[in-house]
């Protein structure tokens, strides 16, 4: 039997999260992005870039994700879902006041139809806007 693509798995977005070592995207972000896995409710291609200033590479950010998992979120963490969502997120390592940084964001995965970004503070607006 052929499988029709849902209208989710039609779409395609790359999340950026700005703050993505901080405590909002921990404890509140990565949850409902695991449960959104549960629901299958996630675009069909789909990219999780979250940055911060911390030297981190994508499998040790994982790491630290998973472990935020299973302290905050309401359900217990299932490998397989974890699977899932983990080989969706990526680490880039960049102060957000160093504009270059940004047209190296670009080499991330691409090809989405829509940019969700994600902001830490108002004071970054204006750097954000260069992108
Ligand atoms: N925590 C919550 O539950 C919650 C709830 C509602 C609203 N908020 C709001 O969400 C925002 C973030 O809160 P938070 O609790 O996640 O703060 P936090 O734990 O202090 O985290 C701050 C994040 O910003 C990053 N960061 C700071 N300056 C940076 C820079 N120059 N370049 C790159 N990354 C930088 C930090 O990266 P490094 O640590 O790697 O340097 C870290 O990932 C705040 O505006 C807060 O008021 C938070």
Known sequence: MIHE?????????????????????????????????????????FAIVSVGRREWHHQQYREEVLRSLNKYSRNKTDQKYW???????????????????????????SGAANLLIIYRSPCVHGAGQKL
């Open 5 to 45: 693509p849902t209208e989710n798995e039609k779409l395609s977005a790359i999340m950026v999260i700005f703050g993505g070592t901080g405590d909002l995207t921990h404890r509140k972000l990565m949850p409902a992005l695991y449960n959104l896995v549960v629901d299958s409710l996630l675009p069909g291609h």
């Open 83 to 109: 699977d899932k969502l983990s080989e969706l997120i990526y680490y880039y390592h960049f102060d957000f006041t160093d504009l270059d940084g940004y047209a190296r964001l670009r080499e991330y995965p």
